[in-house]
């Protein structure tokens, strides 16, 4: 994937519940750089507390782990020989019960700008930066560490406020993002943020920022249940490839366990597609006409119950 994410990971609790075990993965092309790193992960199992999923677990709250040398990550060797410098986990509950663990990984080109960003906010605070992972857009993360949004306000505070995630294109243009005139020299272009609902009394909004020259994914995709909950429909999104790609989706519903979309509602579990080539969906048809191959779709749920499936194409 030649983007600002470069290997995606889910994993799943055991029947026991006693520990993760690797369900699937998205690393680049076959035979490339990113396969040996895939066969260290799918080898592994985590405790509970233990390495980077094991640890979102536990905590019940997204990490950013910047450094995967020297630090409790497991796979540093071969995380070191594919390039990847930098985890994000994510875990998904449905209440207690935790569904699965998200992890996407970035690192490599030293040209990178971008941005993947953890916003917290507890009780009647504001939101504000946890941490992220900025490539080298030090400036960038800079200002951000000295911002805050209230409800509302700016990209992470309008999806806090509406609690439904949110997809932004112009990001240098449009007032609704606050930190415009940082992020217009580093080429930002647009932004896609989800709110994650695991703890009562704790906010979180993840942001992925995407530059010109190293987009986090080629499009982004954002699918709503309607009013009675027996359809999902096209929403929004923003595509590199082919930016009139909604028209692909002009009077489609997904049905629940119907194509990516659906499977991901029906289970509530996330789900990677490894070769969208012979995908019959409108997704995959979609894909396919862009000349994108891949892509993750995860679920946006609240108190136990799926409100949308946002998605990222490689």
């Known amino acids: 994937m030649k983007t600002f994410v470069r290997a995606c990971e889910i994993w799943v609790p055991s029947k026991y519940r006693t520990e993760l075990e690797f369900h699937s993965g998205l690393y680049g092309e076959p035979g490339g750089p990113l396969q040996q790193f895939r066969a260290a992960s799918e080898r592994m199992c985590f405790g509970y507390d233990e390495g980077l999923p094991g640890r979102a677990w536990a905590a019940r709250a997204p990490i950013v782990l910047k450094d995967l040398q020297h630090s409790y990550f497991k796979r540093a060797a071969a995380a070191q020989a594919a390039g990847l410098t930098c985890g994000i986990a994510m875990p998904i509950f449905a209440g207690d019960y935790l569904l699965s663990v998200v992890v996407l990984y970035c690192g490599g080109a030293d040209e990178q700008f971008g941005a993947i960003e953890l916003w917290r906010a507890q009780a009647s605070q504001d939101l504000t930066l946890i941490d992220g992972y900025y490539g080298n857009a ?177």
């Open 138 to 314: 030090t400036e960038f993360e800079a200002a951000s560490r000295g911002t805050t949004f209230k409800p509302g306000e700016g990209l992470p505070g309008q999806v806090w406020h509406r609690n439904m995630p949110e997809v932004v294109t112009e990001l240098w243009y449009t007032g609704r993002f606050v930190r415009h005139r940082d992020g217009a020299p580093l080429g930002l272009s647009k932004g896609l943020a989800i709110p994650l609902h695991i703890e009562p009394g704790h906010s979180y909004v993840m942001t992925f920022l995407s530059a010109l020259g190293s987009p986090v994914a080629r499009r982004f995709e954002i699918w709503d249940l309607d009013a009675q909950r027996e359809h999902m429909s096209f929403r929004a999104g923003e595509c590199d490839l082919n930016h009139a790609f909604p028209q692909d989706y002009a009077n489609i519903t997904v049905d629940r366990g119907a194509g990516p979309i659906g499977r991901v509602w029906a289970s509530g579990l996330p789900e990677v597609r490894e070769d969208l080539s012979g995908d019959s969906s409108p997704n995959g048809r979609s894909a396919r006409k862009a000349g994108l191959s891949s892509m993750l779709a995860l679920p946006v749920l609240e108190l136990g119950r799926i409100r949308a499936v946002v998605a990222l194409y490689f």
